[in-house]
Structure formats: structure tokens, C-alpha cells
């Protein structure tokens, strides 16, 4: 038998935490703010803007939005971003990728204040997961990692293996996962052997964006499954990265697409606002 991890039960025990961090941070003049900045007109894009605006809502922090016209210019962005960079009010700042083809994103993002880079997707916040002393988690790894202390799932001395090297979720859950102790193995599109590979894991992570791409013959018998895969498929539903039916059985733990991995992102960016938040007063 194995147990489904919630995503959506994990998520609402943080937002609580989240939420009564705020009402304290209120009681001394401080409302944590979130300014998203939205480019065109992607519906998927749309979604992921109003699901971070209704986390905000429901931790009682600020949310700004600056939804900008699809031929907006990388220039007119990074304007935006160093006046949100000087304001009080605005403790984290993101834009919502992808961003259109004309736009430099990586120069968006790099505008981005360390301060206030609740995405942790600047270069120095990077450096900072590298090095493992940082002040803000990559949301979908930190993610992963509070769903299995949730869970009371050993990490350290664990074999972890992760299918996927995107800076924001293959290689930053590496060194979450080596912060917190396990040997890791990260595997790519070149990757040789990879059914191999991927039978050693005791905690699989798939982030690779092909439905059903993780087969039943690739996992070990008990080992836990994380699926980040978000894949629309012809009908409308969404897939995750795993075959949940066939892979499921084999599995101690594994989460579902809908409602593991995703839910969580959402809530590990408000626990970085909050951050920001904290750290201000701090400041002050
Ligand atoms: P990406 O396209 O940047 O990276 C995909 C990775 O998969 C690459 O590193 C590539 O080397 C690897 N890969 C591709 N084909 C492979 C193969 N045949 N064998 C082994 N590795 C292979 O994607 P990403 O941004 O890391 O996202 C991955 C998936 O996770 C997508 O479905 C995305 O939508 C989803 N996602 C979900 C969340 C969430 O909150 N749940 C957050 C971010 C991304």
C-alpha cells in the first residue's frame, strides 16, 4: 500500500503558519506585499498570476499586479522593476515566465533586487542555494522538501535521484537535497542508462515535462516518487511527468498531478514574501 502525499493538505498547514506570521507582523505596521508583474496574454500564465494573488489574499498580505501589454519593451520592464525595487510596500517582487520572445528575460530578471527576489531566480539567490546559505528557497524544490518532512520522509543518507537540470527545479532540489544530506544524482536528456539510474532511487524526482515519461520498469520497489510535471494533455486534463496508475503500486509514497507538487510552489513563494517581510523589520 502507499500513501498519496497531499499537496493541497501540506499547503494549508504552511499557509496557516503564514498566516499567523502575518497578523503578528500587522500588529506592528507591517503588511507583507507582493508585486507580480504579468507580460501578454498566455492563460496559463493567467492562472499561475491569480493563484499567487489568492494566496496573498488568504495569508493577508498585499498583492500587486502590473499586467502589461504583450509588446511592452525589456527597457519599459526593467523601469518597473527599479521603481517596485524602492518601495516600502512591495517586499517581493516577480514576473511571471514565460515572458514574450522580444523580451531579454534574463535581463528582467536580473533587475530583480536580491532583496525582494522571492522566486530566488537571480543569479546571487542562486549562488546562495549553491552555497546553501540563503535567505529565499526555490519554490517548487522547497516545496518537495517541506512535503516530506511533512511526511516524515527520511532525506538524509538517501539515494535522490532527479530526472531534470532546469535552473528552477532540477538543479536548485539537488542542493536542497544535499543541504539536507542525501547523495544525489541528477539526470538529463543525454543521460545514459537512465532506467538504471532512476531503479537506485529511494526518492525519485520527476521534472523532465513529458506526460507519463516515469514507466512502472523505471522505479524501485518503495521508493518515494515526486512528480513536478505539469502536462495538458488533448482532453483538457492536466498529467504529471509519472504513469500514476501503474507506477503508484511500486511506490511508499508518490504525488499526484493535480494536487502534489503544484500547490505547494504558490505557498513556498508567500513563506519568501514573508521573508522578505521579516527581514525588513529587521532592517528597520
Ligand atoms: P525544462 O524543460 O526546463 O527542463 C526539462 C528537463 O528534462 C531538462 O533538463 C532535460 O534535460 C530533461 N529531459 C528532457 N527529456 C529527457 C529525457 N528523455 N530523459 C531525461 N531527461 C530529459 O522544464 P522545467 O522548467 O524543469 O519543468 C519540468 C516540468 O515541471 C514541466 O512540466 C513544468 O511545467 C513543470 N513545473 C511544475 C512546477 C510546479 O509548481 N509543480 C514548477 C515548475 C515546473
Redesign the pocket.
Known sequence: MYTRIDGKEVSAAVRERISSEVSELKKQGITPGLAVIIVGNDPASRVYVNNKKKGCEQTGMNSFEYALPEETTTEEIISLIEKLNNENGVDGILCQLPVPKHIDGEKVLNAISPEKDVDAFHPVNCGKVMTGDYIFSP??PA?MVEMLKYYNIPISGKHCVI????????KPMAMLMLKNNATVTV?????EN?CEITKQADILV?????PK?VTADMVKEGAVVL?????RMENGKLC??VDFENVAGKTSYITP?PG???????TMLLNNTLTAAKRKKIDN
Do not use: E, W, Y
Request: hydrophobic share 35%.
Open positions: 519554490c517548487t516545496g530526472i531534470g537540470r532546469s535552473n528552477i527545479v532540477g539526470c538529463h536528456s543525454k543521460t537512465l520527476a521534472a523532465v515535462g513529458k515519461f512528480d513536478v510535471g505539469i502536462n504529471g511527468d498531478v502534489g507538487v503544484g500547490p505547494m510552489t504558490v
